[in-house]
């Protein structure tokens, strides 16, 4: 009896240290810095190119959905001109977080940013100061050219003073950091200088993987470190958005039994993506996506069905949280 009691103490006594080292471990080291080369981009007033940077910024990339303040939700929803102030928080198990303000007041927004430094939070996300950022921006594929456009769009605006608290992370969020999970990006071979536009797939492939993300919604993923758990634009990626709903995104391979889109035509996309939200309280940012070039969709839709088609049966795209936590 006395023998077992002695191992009993020793295996508690040992977790106990064990926790300890381990959460002293994550305090200890979070605040990682990290490095990579600036991207060679330079930012111009060329008006041509800063009207291209704002078609990303509100259409394809979505800026705006995050560097918002919160009452502009509806004037940009409503495909109004908002200023890319920030002021929204997102609440999420890693942290809080909160999108920066990217008007171009010295003080609190990109005013006392470099082009490069601008570039390579997008490129590789690091920040200024070298703190490594989740990844709620996969643009490290787009082109030279749509950041400089998208930068130079940034830089047009009028600056506004708005000071923005830090990121707050919660222990998971350190957690995630100090043991590696999330490493500084970088584009997948040389980043392309330019992209040919047209109602091709392979626009279609850029704009639906490295501009407008909608691989990184519609594909099954980690929640923590962001990586992909199975094939890319099968869907089945569940967002509990913290508003008693959670959000099931559908499938957009073209299988033909599973696919949502496998049996529309272009047009009836096209339509339906002009449509805009017709789920209330859904993620995708519709308004966004509803004020895209009738090419650039056609070219999405292009390439959606030109992937391998994947099975993945997903029932329902809403559930109330109590309909989901219990299936
Ligand atoms: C899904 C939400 C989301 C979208 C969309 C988004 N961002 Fe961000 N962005 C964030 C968050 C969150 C931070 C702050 C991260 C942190 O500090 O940990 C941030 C930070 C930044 C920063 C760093 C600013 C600084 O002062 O260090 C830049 C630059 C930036 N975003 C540019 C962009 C641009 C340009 C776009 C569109 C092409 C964009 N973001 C789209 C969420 C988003
Ligand atoms: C922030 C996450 C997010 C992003 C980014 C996103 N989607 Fe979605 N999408 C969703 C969710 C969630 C749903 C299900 C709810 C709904 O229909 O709004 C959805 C639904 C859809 C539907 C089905 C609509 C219907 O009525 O059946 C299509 C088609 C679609 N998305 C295409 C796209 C395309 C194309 C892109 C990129 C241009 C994209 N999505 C980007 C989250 C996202």
């Given at each position: 009896m006395k023998t077992l009691f002695k191992i009993f103490a020793w295996i508690a006594g040992s977790i106990v240290v064990l926790t300890v080292v381990f959460v002293l471990f994550v305090y200890m080291t979070w605040e990682k810095k990290f490095e990579a080369d600036y991207p060679n981009i330079k930012s111009t007033s060329d008006s041509a190119v800063v009207a291209r940077g704002k078609y990303l910024a509100f259409g394809p990339a979505h800026c705006n959905t995050c560097h918002i303040a919160p009452d502009q939700f509806e004037n940009m929803e409503a495909g109004m001109d908002v200023l890319l102030t920030g002021g929204t928080e997102m609440h999420i198990g890693p942290g809080i977080f909160r999108p920066r303000n990217l008007t171009p007041d010295m003080e609190t927004g990109i005013g006392k940013l470099t082009d490069g430094e601008i570039a390579r939070v997008m490129?590789?996300?690091?920040?200024?100061?070298?703190r490594i950022i989740f990844p709620f921006m996969p643009f490290q594929n787009m082109s030279d050219e749509d950041m400089t456009a998208l930068i130079s769009f940034l830089r047009s605006q009028k600056p506004v003073k708005n000071e923005i608290k830090s990121t707050e992370y919660s222990f998971l969020g350190k957690m995630v950091i100090a043991l590696g999970m999330l490493k500084p990006e970088s584009a997948t071979g040389t980043p392309p200088a330019r992209v040919e536009i047209g109602p091709t797939v392979e626009y279609g492939k850029y704009l639906a993987n490295s501009v407008a993300n909608c691989v990184g919604c519609h594909s099954p993923r980690?929640?923590?470190?962001?990586?992909?758990?199975?094939?890319?634009?099968?869907g089945g990626l569940a967002m509990d958005e913290g508003t008693g709903y959670v959000y099931v995104t559908p499938n957009l391979?073209?299988?033909?039994?599973?696919?949502?889109?496998?049996?529309?035509t272009e047009e009836a996309f096209i339509e339906r993506i002009k449509n805009g939200r017709l789920v209330e309280g859904s993620p995708m940012p519709w308004a966004n996506f509803s004020w895209m070039d009738d090419d650039d969709l056609r070219a999405i839709y292009r390439y959606l069905h030109s992937l391998d088609p994947v099975s993945n049966k997903v029932e329902k795209t809403v559930y109330t949280v109590e309909e989901y936590y219990e299936k």
């Open positions: 490129r590789h996300s690091i920040g200024a100061d070298g980690s929640l923590t470190s962001g990586e992909f758990t199975g094939p890319k634009f099968s391979t073209p299988d033909p039994e599973t696919g949502r889109i496998a049996n529309w």
